[in-house]
């Protein structure tokens, strides 16, 4: 059954499966993108009328020479684009004591590709060239006194992917995120333990990962999961489901249960935005993109990162989390067995597979055009 799509278009009969469901997700996701927008869209702006897909920004730390005693940048490589004939990196422009970026097309020299890394023993100084050690730099984040620095925004225009030099009312944009009430995640993160980096450098808990724009963003949708869930439920009233207020944990087939089976999917886009959405994503180069945070088992540090736009439309905007979702919702396999959650040894699976064989395979696209 589709409630939602109903308001906009009429529903579809040859729908199949849960290609039903996944039209009043993506319907309602739609609807939160909307209003996220109407809410935070002017902390993404675009650039020379372009729609930016992120803002790449690497880290700071004051020089250790007193002769300096200024913000200069952590960056492991200043290489934006690596691809053939679209080729440029963001130069380092010293002025005095500041340093600024400067989108430059090609390639940077050898010796000049980024100040961070085991080949410098920790870092090096952009302006005067002086060692900064690992130490040096872990005592700062400890303190607190780590800083950011905009390299150069990313848009996507007619011809692609283009790179621009930042501009300071980009960095005052994202600035503003500062002053809202947003939530902030407080677990802890492990304090010895080799997978987990950032707390080296004074990031101790989960939210410590994230810039304000990211968790203003990621709360916004946050919130507007439960107001979707609401208007879903309404709609399903509306539509004719049974007003019998039986929640989908105890096996609700009412308006309330599709409700909360369509928050449930929205919810798990908000969660693959946040894989997304961390100052430990990076940017791939090579192929022009934003990288998740949980690449791998383990959190490294990050010192250049990028900060995706949730909503541009192209990289990797909310609407390709929603889309992703909704794929997985049509073509997952359906079968009446219900799920079991079971605990054992995992040097020993015989007995459970034996117990629990694994479901027959399933033409899943054939199904659903059938």
């Not at 097309?105 to 023993?121: I, N, V, Y």
């Not at 030099?165 to 080799?194: C, N, V």
């Not at 410590?208 to 724009?213: A, G, I, Q, S, Y």
């Amino acid at each position: 059954m589709a409630v939602g799509t109903s308001l906009g278009s009429p529903v579809d009969s040859t729908w199949r499966g849960a290609a039903g469901l996944a039209a009043d997700v993506r319907y309602y996701g739609e609807w939160m993108r909307e209003r996220a927008f109407e809410r935070i869209g002017h902390l993404y702006p675009k650039h020379n009328g372009e729609t930016v897909i992120a803002w790449l920004w690497a880290r700071t730390v004051i020089s250790p020479n007193p002769a300096v005693n200024a913000p200069v940048p952590l960056v492991r490589s200043f290489v934006l684009s690596k691809k053939k004939g679209r080729e440029c990196w963001a130069k380092p422009v010293i002025e005095g004591t500041t340093v600024r970026f400067e989108v430059t097309k090609g390639l940077p020299p050898s010796d000049a590709d980024g100040t961070m890394g085991r080949k410098f023993g920790g870092g090096r100084c952009t302006i005067s060239g002086e060692p900064i050690s690992w130490e040096y730099v872990r005592a700062e984040g400890k303190a607190g006194r780590m800083g950011t620095m905009l390299m150069a925004i990313v848009t996507q225009g007619n011809r692609g992917r283009s790179y621009y030099s930042p501009e300071p009312w980009h960095t005052a944009t994202a600035a503003q995120a500062e002053a809202i009430d947003y939530f902030k995640p407080s677990g802890k993160m492990p304090l010895k333990h080799r997978n987990f980096q950032p707390p080296v450098y004074g990031m101790y808990e989960f939210g410590d990962l994230f810039t304000p724009r990211q968790l203003t963003a990621l709360t916004t949708f946050s919130d507007l999961v439960h107001e979707a869930r609401e208007l879903a439920t309404q709609d399903a009233l509306d539509a004719g489901l049974a007003d019998d207020d039986v929640p989908l944990r105890e096996g609700g087939r009412g308006a309330r249960a599709y409700g909360e089976a369509v928050s449930v999917y929205l919810a798990f886009a908000v969660d693959r935005a946040a894989d997304y959405s961390s100052s430990m994503c990076i940017w791939d180069n090579g192929g022009g993109a934003v990288k998740k945070t949980f690449m791998r088992q383990a959190i490294p540090m990050v010192w250049s990162y990028a900060e995706s736009n949730l909503f541009g439309t192209r990289g990797i905007p909310w609407s390709a989390h929603l889309e992703w979702i909704c794929k997985n919702l049509i073509f997952f396999p359906i079968d009446s067995q219900n799920g079991v959650t079971i605990q054992a040894d995992a040097q020993s699976l015989t007995p459970i597979i034996k117990l629990y064989p694994p479901p027959r395979k399933i033409n899943a696209f054939a199904r659903f055009t059938a």
